[in-house]
Structure formats: C-alpha cells, structure tokens
C-alpha cells in the first residue's frame, strides 16, 4: 500500500506563487509516473500536470502551462508543484496521485494512488 501526504497548500494574493509538494511512503516510486490533479467545490476533479519516472517527460493541462512546474526527486520519494502566478480560478483543492506506468497521461483512471489532498486559495 502506497501512501502520499501532500503538503504546502495555503491562502495567496492573485500573482502570488506556492510550492507544493507530495511524500510517498512506496518503495518503488521512482519506478512510477507521478501527476497532480486539483477539485474546485462543485466541480469534477481535473488533471493538472504529470510526470515521467526520470522527470523527461512533463505534461500539464493548457491553463497553468507557463505558470505551473512539477518536478521530482526520487531520492526523497517527492514530487512537487512550483506555482507561479496564481489567479483565483487556480483555488482548489490539490491532489498529487502516483501513475500505474511509467509515462504520466491525463486520465483519472490511470492513477491508482491518490493523497488526501492540500488546499490552494488565491485571493483577487
């Protein structure tokens, strides 16, 4: 059983910046693409960026390209989300999940790991 603990959530200024970042207690999570997801109340969780194995590979979802940067660290079983210029419709909660391959993609149910989640709210 794989375990993932999001951390780094909190209340920001529109333009403002955030890190976050996500412990998995698994013993192979290097071998494991890694992705990030947030939920706004009242709307249907969605894909926000992914990750391959050796970090070569990134993936994010139109609105946060630019602005957003996941990376990972395999020797502390970490994986982050750099957010820089937040906007209010970027409050959510975030939910890093732990891929069943190797290469990330955008679909929930290729995901079989999944934190509890860390709240984002950016005030305009």
């Known amino acids: 059983q794989v375990q993932l603990v999001e951390s780094g959530g909190g209340l920001v200024q529109a333009g403002g910046s955030l890190r976050l970042s996500c412990a998995s207690s698994?013993?192979?999570?290097?071998?494991?693409?890694m992705g990030w997801f947030r939920q706004a109340p009242g709307k249907e969780r969605e894909f926000v960026a992914g990750?391959?194995?050796?970090?070569?590979?990134?993936i994010y979802r139109d609105s946060v390209k630019d602005r957003f940067t996941i990376s990972r660290d395999n020797a502390k079983n970490t994986v982050y989300l750099q957010m820089n210029s937040l906007r209010p419709e970027d409050t959510a909660a975030y939910f890093c999940?732990?891929?069943?391959?190797?290469?990330?993609?955008?679909?929930?149910?290729?995901?079989?790991?999944w934190g509890q989640g860390t709240q984002v709210s950016v005030s305009s």
């Open positions: 999940a732990q891929h069943r391959g190797r290469t990330p993609s955008k679909g929930l149910a290729e995901y079989t790991y």
């Open positions: 698994g013993r192979t999570f290097g071998s494991y693409a």
């Open positions: 990750i391959s194995t050796r970090g070569v590979t990134m």
